[in-house]
């Protein structure tokens, strides 16, 4: 009972955290945009052979759109009631986000790899949310020392054992997992990094035990060739 009270803690801390940040970014970003995009507009009335102006509202509408798509992100993530989840969106959603806060700047390749139709799972958005971060964090520190740095991340139907999940997997071309330690790496305290940082030795055992409650799993193995592969499987319930 203490340690699920303990994890408990820790997901809201952890989502009150990414709320706080992000609601003061979108606050604080979105005013000064709508500004610059006004004055935008009277040079353009006032100048409209000048066609670097044209330019700058391009890139500023794309970033009012970034915008606009995190405040959509932000909400369905502290929303905290059973919702239907589009996992295809929530993939793209995530990996857009990762790519405008700069995880990638290490020139990581990202393709995802995603089935169409697949149906959509019930779920707290945030939680989900929470463990794909935590497995695309984990293949972000894996690549970004390497030669090749790639992650492929792909979704699926399955069937096993008389129930259909949706499979989500992570795969990336780091040096991969050793095996020995597989079983401590869902370990509450326990990581193969590098100590130094204060949420080390916790993701995938909070994400092992958010998926657990909602009757999905968290799988990791090698993968074939080089790299490593997070696996996570979510319940389809109807």
Known sequence: MK????????????????GRDLEGFVHNAAGPLNIILGYIQILQSKYPEESGLGKIWTAGMELNEGL?????????????????????KMILHKLELLRAN?????????????????????????????????ILNNAIEA????????????SELESSEGEDYIKITVRDTGAGIDEGLMSRYFELGYSGWEAGESERGVGLALAAYILERAGGMIRLTNSCGCGSEAIIYLRIRQ
């Open 3 to 18: 340690a699920d009270i303990g994890m408990e803690i820790l997901r809201y801390q952890r989502l009150a955290s990414l």
């Open 68 to 88: 606009q798509e995190l405040s959509s992100y932000l909400e369905s993530v502290q929303y905290e009631s059973v919702q239907a989840i589009d996992i295809n």
């Open 102 to 134: 700069g995880e990638f700047k290490h020139n990581i390749v990202s393709l995802a790899e995603l089935s169409d139709g697949l149906p959509q799972v019930r779920g707290v958005y945030g939680d989900i949310a929470i463990c794909l971060d935590v």
């Open 143 to 154: 690549v970004q020392d390497e030669a090749i740095k790639k992650i492929i991340i792909r």
